[in-house]
């Protein structure tokens, strides 16, 4: 299985309580589902308003079952920003 960054931003650092940590998953579903396991509580509230990029593409609207994770990717959790 593919090991990943998961970086976090904003509101989601916060949560975390850490800028980045690695992750075992194959998919982004999988690296999410790792992340509330690690960070229940606020961090899981959090993700429910965030986007994602998945090696600097955004995931949009796609399920997160079929966004398929690399080897030494990342994923960056976007919590919306205020202003410009």
Not at 8 to 16: E, N, S
Not at 18 to 26: I, R
Not at 27 to 34: D, I, R
Not at 65 to 74: I, K, M, N, S
């Amino acid at each position: 299985m593919p090991m990943v960054t998961v970086r976090y931003w904003a509101a989601a650092k916060a949560a975390a309580e850490v800028a980045e940590e690695p992750y075992v998953a194959d998919t982004l579903a999988g690296a999410l589902a790792a992340v509330r396991a690690r960070h229940p509580g606020e961090l899981t509230r959090v993700l429910q308003r965030c986007s994602f990029l998945v090696d600097g593409d955004p995931v949009g609207t796609r399920a997160h079952e079929t966004v398929r994770l690399a080897d030494g990717g990342t994923v960056e959790v976007l919590p919306p920003f205020a202003g410009g």
